[in-house]
């Protein structure tokens, strides 16, 4: 049976906040600068559904600028840096409130990968050193008070610069990582459960360059995993193991990987129209090398696009207005990708990029070709290696980090590290066309949806008229941001329609995704937009009955902290981590435990439990 998916949206009432114009209003896109610092380079970002920001970039950068709260200190005797560190290398920046709270990792979390979860905790794994093959969660909490949480180890094989992406059974997949020729599952079937072979990332891989690292993994509508590496990609099954179809090389058969890195998206999903792909920039064969010995040649200017659930899929190219290596792309409300941050010349990797490119990209997927491209305002900030973007729920994209450099070095160089974060707000937000954004009164935020369900949308047009004919829904999975790949990153276009006046504005009818392939269940940002202008977001949430179907209680791990009453596990049925509560406090790892499934709050079951694994102090 396939689990139904409940959505539930809460309608913020969040207007745009009071910020600093730094550039004045233009009909193609305004930068705000948000913070001038927020102590950490953001070289990982993640959209939480409590609308902040978890931002992190390694521990072994040295001190970073900004403290451990209540004079917390961190001592770790593995640390390549500091092994008493009294400042933070994460933060949660609250959208808003514009204001940073420092946050705690526990190793090292450098190059790392991750996914939100179906309960919306953030997954995350892997990084460097003594983090290599850590699991660390991060549960939105709305009174300060949660933090990173580790289970270490967690992972069968080093991570370092995997890619995650969400399963339509809720689990994530982790793939590859450097010298990582392999995928592996959390969590996992069993105890036993290790990680499976990819040839593929053996044949991508060129000799001490690489440029297969952090893939671009796309969930396919028919439930396969679009993986692409270098310069090509396959369509792979990974219930079986199997590939399904081999992609053709992208003409010219320069690298699109790291550290020759391009970006990607997933185009638009809409019903019974082709699924697409997009591949924009990289850094042509040769150029890393050559970057190490201070020549850094010209990035791409080339994009790709093809139709991967065509049985003979083929690459259509289009050039870009300039070259872009170590971009971003952003998948925008309206269904327009903005390409955004990198540079002009070099590669990925620590002072190997140049000529930063300032101004963002917008791309127009339906426009013919020819007329898709079109260049933003530039920022005056260079965003080059280790710096990220991701949408915002009122339509802003976020803009931070850079840091070439193996240490925070503010002066004396170039490009100096970037602790700053920015706001790009796309046309869409301009004053003048304020009179056509809708604002959504129902369904009201957390409110639950299931599959293939009829839902209807109230919303007004508050300072305008509507145009009926063009009114679309879009929902949109907020990603985890690295290296310049939105992992998870995908956008639903709603079918339905039919806009008929209510008492004091419109309604729309569309259906909810078909199944878990379009859509794994999880928290969504969905929007109304009117004429290409969307309206402020709502936020969709899984439901409780799709645990209550499948979920067995049968606990396959168990790592018990010292933390309060709040326990992890692991379930053969889950997806992600439940919050258990223990009525009884074990009195050593071989004990019973009485324990209480809660899910959202919710008590679900109460059981025995033995457990089966136990890190015991
Ligand atoms: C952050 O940087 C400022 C300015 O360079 C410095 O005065 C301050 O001490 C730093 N704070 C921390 C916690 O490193
Ligand atoms: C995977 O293998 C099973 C058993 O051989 C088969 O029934 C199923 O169709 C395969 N899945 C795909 C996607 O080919
Ligand atoms: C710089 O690198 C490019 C491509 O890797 C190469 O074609 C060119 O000859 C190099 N230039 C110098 C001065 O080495
Ligand atoms: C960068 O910072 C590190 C650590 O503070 C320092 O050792 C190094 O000299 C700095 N590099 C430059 C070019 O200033
Ligand atoms: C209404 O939207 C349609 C479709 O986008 C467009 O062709 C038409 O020009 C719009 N009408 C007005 C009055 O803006
Ligand atoms: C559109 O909605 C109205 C009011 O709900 C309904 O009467 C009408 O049948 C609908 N039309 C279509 C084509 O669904």
Redo the contacts with the bound molecule.
Sequence with gaps: MSPPLILSVFLLLLLLLPHRNILSLAADGKWDLLHSNIGVSAMHMQLLNTDRVVIFDRTDFGRSNISLPDGKCRSDPNDAALTEDCTAHSVEYDVASNSVRPLMVLTDTWCSSGAVMADGTLLQTGGYNDGDHAIRTFTPCSDNNCDWREINPGLTQRRWYATNQIMPDGRQIIIGGRRQFNYEFYPKKTMAEKSYNLPFLVQTNDPRIENNLYPFVFLNVDGNLFIFANNRAILFDYVNGTVVRNYPIIPGGDPRSYPSSGSAVLLPLKNNVGVEVLVCGGAPKGAYASAINGNFTAALDTCARIRIDDPNPQWVMETMPSARVMGDMVLLPNGNVLIINGAGLGTAGWESGRDPVLSPVIYRPDNLVGSRFEVQNPSSIPRLYHSTALLLRDGRVLVGGSNPHVYYNFTGVQYPTDLTLEAFSPSYLASNFANLRPRIFSPVSHSRFGYKQQLTIRFAIPLGTI?A??VMVTMVAPPFTTHSFSMNQRLLVLSGGNVTAIGNGYQIWVVTPDSGNFAPAGYYLMFVVH?DIPSEVTTLLPTLEEYAEICDFSVISLNVYYWVEEYFLSFLCTRFFVRIVMHEIYTNCASKLQMSLFLMGTRYKSTNQEPLQCDDA
Excluded: I, K, M
Aim: aromatic share 0%; no cysteine.
């Design positions: 145009n004919t063009s004429q």
